[in-house]
Structure formats: structure tokens, C-alpha cells
């Protein structure tokens, strides 16, 4: 059973354009909630990450939007760059005992010129 | 500093070989995890430790063993190996008091 449901599967936007991954969860007890940016070849790394106690986050062009009554969480790239191009993944986790990550099951971003 | 690294980059092993993949992290923390990643799937949990000597279940452990005698190795055991084992292996760490988990580089493994 995925914990953390997250579409769309692929994304393709314009440079300059605002990019948008939507992800969803059941269990409420979840109290942290990060993005994961992987280059092919590489790990993840965590690129922005919220609490429930926050409606949103902002870092540079990335920014967290979260609804705690919806239990939904979105990723939003502003100014897309080819740069951008990656596979991005939400995650929820219980920051009470080991952090353990759940994930989506990721979002292939390519921005094109 | 080298963060975490895994060794080997990549395998080929046979149905019914055993091998033990390899996590080093020399950022001193104490909570270490293992993934693997699956196209579509996206990462799922092996097993964690929360330091050295002790262990436990993630959400896919069958097939797989691991131990933690320092706070530095983590490694993965795969005693039979099944061609649902063939999948990217990631390992993390991550500090006692942070929340940000730090990925190794990944061994790709495929079993045929």
C-alpha cells in the first residue's frame, strides 16, 4: 500500500514556467514532510521540506504548499530552468522515533529551452 | 569529509548467489537506513538502525539481512539472490536531532 500517492507521473514545462507535483497521504500522524530532487546516477537530495504547523514554505523558486485538512502537499517550481530537469519525490515520515521515510512514487520533471 | 559511500557501483550476480553490499558514512551519525528503488515505485525502506547494534524492519526486509557493529558500516546482506532483488540499493544517514537524511550514491544490482 503506497502511504504517499504523488502525480503526476511526468511533467514537461516550459522555461520560465511554474512546475507543479502534487502529493497526498493518509496517516495522520505524519509530521514531516520533505521533496527529494535526484539527478539520474545520483541519491536524492533533500531540496525543501515543511512541518504540519505551516501552511507553506518558501526557498528560492521552490516552495511548499500544504493542506493539513486535505492532507495534500504541493511542490512549486517557480522560473523553471533546464537545470530543474529531474525526478522529484515527496516523502512523509513520524519525526517521533527513526524518521523513517515514506515516498511517492516520484515525478520526472524535464523543462525544456 | 566523503559523506556516505556505497561500494560497488554496479553487480550482476547470478540466481542463488549471495553478496553484501557496503555503506560507509563518516558524518557520525547515528541513524543509518537502506532503499531500494524501483522504476515507479519510488524509494522503499529495507531496514534501519538507530546505532550501532541495533536494527529493524522497514517496509520490504524479506530477502535481505543487515547488522551494525559501528556507527560508521551498514551492510546489506542478500543471501539468495531473486531477480526481484534487481533494483537500485540506496543507503542514508541521518544525525539523532536532524531530520535531513543524507543518500549515498547508489549500487545498481541486477540478478538473472
Known amino acids: 500500500q503506497q502511504q504517499v500517492k504523488q502525480s503526476p507521473q511526468s511533467l514537461i514545462v516550459q522555461k520560465g514556467g511554474i512546475s507543479i507535483i502534487n502529493c497526498a497521504y493518509e496517516n495522520t500522524a505524519f509530521d514531516y514532510f520533505p521533496w527529494y530532487q535526484q539527478f539520474p546516477g545520483k541519491g536524492p537530495a533533500l531540496l525543501i521540506a515543511i512541518r504540519p504547523d505551516v501552511s507553506e514554505k518558501k526557498e528560492g523558486r521552490f516552495t511548499i504548499s500544504f493542506n493539513k485538512s486535505a492532507k495534500q502537499f504541493s511542490l512549486h517550481i517557480m522560473d523553471s530552468q533546464p537545470g530543474d530537469s529531474a525526478t522529484y519525490f515527496c516523502?512523509?515520515?513520524?519525526?517521533?522515533?527513526?524518521?523513517?521515510?515514506?515516498f511517492g512514487t516520484g515525478t520526472r520533471l524535464t523543462v525544456i529551452p | 569529509n566523503a559523506g556516505v559511500t556505497q561500494t560497488p557501483k554496479f553487480r550482476i550476480l547470478k540466481i542463488g548467489q549471495s553478496m553484501t553490499l557496503q555503506c560507509a558514512q563518516d558524518m557520525n551519525h547515528n541513524y543509518m537506513y537502506w532503499y531500494r528503488q524501483d522504476p515507479g515505485m519510488g524509494l522503499k525502506l529495507i531496514y534501519y538502525s538507530v546505532g550501532a547494534g541495533i536494527t529493524d524492519k522497514g517496509e520490504v526486509p524479506n530477502g535481505y539481512n543487515v547488522s551494525r557493529s559501528t556507527t560508521e558500516d551498514f551492510p546489506l546482506r542478500l543471501e539468495l539472490a531473486a531477480p526481484s532483488q534487481t533494483s537500485v540499493y540506496f543507503c542514508a544517514t541521518t544525525g539523532t536531532y536532524s531530520y535531513e537524511q543524507y543518500f549515498g550514491p547508489g549500487t545498481r544490482l541486477t540478478v538473472t
Open positions: 516523502a512523509a515520515s513520524m519525526l517521533t522515533g527513526a524518521n523513517n521515510l515514506f
